[in-house]
């Protein structure tokens, strides 16, 4: 298995320094987990936070500190042992995305969507983003949605291909504003893929939520 | 392991430090930092043994320094990403006692000691600073595809690595490097500091990736991080 669309330097940077919002991170760190290559690129991009870290600001005064840090360090219980088991397997939905959907591929709760397509939202604590998992019946198109910004797809089982290329287990689509397709799942099997978009905007009034087509917002 | 190997020093730096043992004292070295001073303590090197000390035998003198020299910096980086003294202080006493329950798993073949170290305390601030969580994966996870390098050659690349990464950012045009600062310490997103700097986002993004480009070309050599 070969990915063949990564992470973009924008998201792996953002990332890296922590200030990505948690949705996109899902995927991020979801991709992560399927690609040692862009592992690598990560190491590159946190070698930075490394190295800005080494030219900050000293402050002269850390005698208190230290003797704080030492003292608790004395008095620290020792480690509860880690928590093990986990109930992943090879080729199953990886980490992180699986606790967040609180299952692996034979037990997720989907919920249908129309057409035979079938989603799972996530809950995240950021305001700025849509995140959903998908599930696309094999051979159909994915259900019409309008996105006036970014969206995430990764591929966790089965494959689509659009105007672009064809996405399998791994490859994430990086899409904005810009890009108008309509992906279509391959024939042999369902895909199941995350989606993050960024959230529309809401707005209370129904005069608004009536004129926001022609608003174009 | 005694090939002693500096990274991230420049070679007059190397010279310069000929004849230091690492148990030299910098009480009375603890000045402003700046990327060109000689400082005698920021060889990445000697961190990574002195963290290694600290994984392998609880060696709390090893502690001791490597918690005089990543404590003020981290400090400074809580402070300047959102926390009052006081917040700063406690989140700095937060990452360097994670530091020490955690030193087992640093794994030198994944980078500098002082990434390794930022990438706690990048953890601790999230947490602390914002409503969110941080998803990562996990190399213990059964789903997770592992790396396709054998360890000893990743961490021999990645010492290269270091030291390829330390020049690049110093040789960056101060425009790039800026930005890079402004989003791994002032945790404000790419929409945001485009604002600020009131510059299009595309801008940005284009000056971001360039100097990630020039990054990842530097240490093109030591591996493949294309």
Same mark, same amino acid.
């Given at each position: 298995m070969t990915i063949s669309h990564h992470i973009s330097d924008d998201l792996l940077l953002s990332y890296a320094a922590g200030s990505l919002a948690e949705g996109w991170s899902i995927a991020v760190a979801t991709h992560l987990a399927l690609c040692p290559g862009c592992r690598r690129r990560l190491m590159v991009a946190e070698g930075v936070g490394g190295e800005l870290l080494e030219t900050m600001d000293e402050d002269a005064s850390i005698e208190q500190s230290w003797a704080s840090v030492r003292g608790r360090l004395q008095q620290q219980e020792p480690g509860a042992p880690a928590v093990a088991g986990t109930s992943g397997r090879s080729g199953g939905l990886p980490e992180p995305l699986r606790s967040y959907v609180g299952g692996d591929f034979d037990n997720l709760k989907w919920r249908p969507l129309g057409r035979g397509a079938y989603q799972i939202p996530i809950k995240t604590g950021d305001r700025e983003t849509m995140v959903r998992l998908l599930r696309i019946p094999a051979g159909k198109p994915v259900p019409e949605h309008s996105h006036g910004g970014r969206e995430l797809t990764l591929v966790l089982a089965g494959s689509f291909h659009d105007g672009t290329g064809l996405f399998a287990r791994g490859d994430l689509e990086d899409a904005d504003a810009s890009l108008t397709h309509q992906p279509v799942a391959t024939p042999e099997a369902d895909c199941i893929c995350l989606a993050v978009t960024d959230a529309p905007l809401k707005f209370r009034s129904w005069i608004v939520r009536a004129i926001q087509p022609l608003l174009g917002i | 392991m005694n090939t002693v190997v500096s990274i991230g020093v420049p070679a007059w730096q190397k010279r310069f430090k000929t004849?230091?043992?690492?148990?030299?004292?910098?009480?009375? *070295?603890?000045g402003t930092a700046d990327?060109?001073?000689?400082?005698?303590?920021?060889d990445g090197s000697d961190m990574r043994e002195l963290l290694r000390a600290v994984g392998a035998r609880r060696d709390i003198e090893a502690y001791e320094q490597l918690f005089r020299h990543f404590a003020p910096r981290v400090k400074a980086y809580m402070a300047r990403t959102g926390g009052n003294g006081q917040q700063a202080e406690e989140l700095m006493q937060e990452t360097m006692i994670a530091v020490w329950n955690k030193?087992?798993?640093? *794994?030198p073949a994944k980078g500098a000691a002082s990434t390794w170290i930022f990438a706690i305390a990048r953890n601790l601030r999230i947490d602390a600073f914002r409503r969110e969580r941080r998803p990562e994966f996990d190399?213990? *996870?059964?789903a997770f595809v592992p790396d396709d390098v054998a360890a000893a050659d990743a961490e021999l690349d990645m010492r290269e690595a270091s030291e390829q990464l330390h020049h690049a950012i110093a040789a960056l045009p101060a425009e790039q490097a800026s930005l890079l600062k402004l989003s791994f310490f002032?945790?404000?997103?790419h929409s945001a500091i485009a604002q600020r700097l009131n510059l299009p986002l595309g801008t940005v993004k284009s000056r971001m990736r360039l100097a990630f480009d020039k990054l990842r070309a530097a240490l093109a050599r030591s591996g493949d991080v294309s």
């Amino acid at each position: 298995m070969t990915i063949s669309h990564h992470i973009s330097d924008d998201l792996l940077l953002s990332y890296a320094a922590g200030s990505l919002a948690e949705g996109w991170s899902i995927a991020v760190a979801t991709h992560l987990a399927l690609c040692p290559g862009c592992r690598r690129r990560l190491m590159v991009a946190e070698g930075v936070g490394g190295e800005l870290l080494e030219t900050m600001d000293e402050d002269a005064s850390i005698e208190q500190s230290w003797a704080s840090v030492r003292g608790r360090l004395q008095q620290q219980e020792p480690g509860a042992p880690a928590v093990a088991g986990t109930s992943g397997r090879s080729g199953g939905l990886p980490e992180p995305l699986r606790s967040y959907v609180g299952g692996d591929f034979d037990n997720l709760k989907w919920r249908p969507l129309g057409r035979g397509a079938y989603q799972i939202p996530i809950k995240t604590g950021d305001r700025e983003t849509m995140v959903r998992l998908l599930r696309i019946p094999a051979g159909k198109p994915v259900p019409e949605h309008s996105h006036g910004g970014r969206e995430l797809t990764l591929v966790l089982a089965g494959s689509f291909h659009d105007g672009t290329g064809l996405f399998a287990r791994g490859d994430l689509e990086d899409a904005d504003a810009s890009l108008t397709h309509q992906p279509v799942a391959t024939p042999e099997a369902d895909c199941i893929c995350l989606a993050v978009t960024d959230a529309p905007l809401k707005f209370r009034s129904w005069i608004v939520r009536a004129i926001q087509p022609l608003l174009g917002i | 392991m005694n090939t002693v190997v500096s990274i991230g020093v420049p070679a007059w730096q190397k010279r310069f430090k000929t004849g230091h043992s690492r148990s030299v004292q910098w009480h009375g *070295d603890l000045g402003t930092a700046d990327m060109n001073r000689p400082t005698g303590v920021d060889d990445g090197s000697d961190m990574r043994e002195l963290l290694r000390a600290v994984g392998a035998r609880r060696d709390i003198e090893a502690y001791e320094q490597l918690f005089r020299h990543f404590a003020p910096r981290v400090k400074a980086y809580m402070a300047r990403t959102g926390g009052n003294g006081q917040q700063a202080e406690e989140l700095m006493q937060e990452t360097m006692i994670a530091v020490w329950n955690k030193a087992e798993r640093y *794994d030198p073949a994944k980078g500098a000691a002082s990434t390794w170290i930022f990438a706690i305390a990048r953890n601790l601030r999230i947490d602390a600073f914002r409503r969110e969580r941080r998803p990562e994966f996990d190399p213990d *996870d059964p789903a997770f595809v592992p790396d396709d390098v054998a360890a000893a050659d990743a961490e021999l690349d990645m010492r290269e690595a270091s030291e390829q990464l330390h020049h690049a950012i110093a040789a960056l045009p101060a425009e790039q490097a800026s930005l890079l600062k402004l989003s791994f310490f002032e945790d404000q997103s790419h929409s945001a500091i485009a604002q600020r700097l009131n510059l299009p986002l595309g801008t940005v993004k284009s000056r971001m990736r360039l100097a990630f480009d020039k990054l990842r070309a530097a240490l093109a050599r030591s591996g493949d991080v294309s």
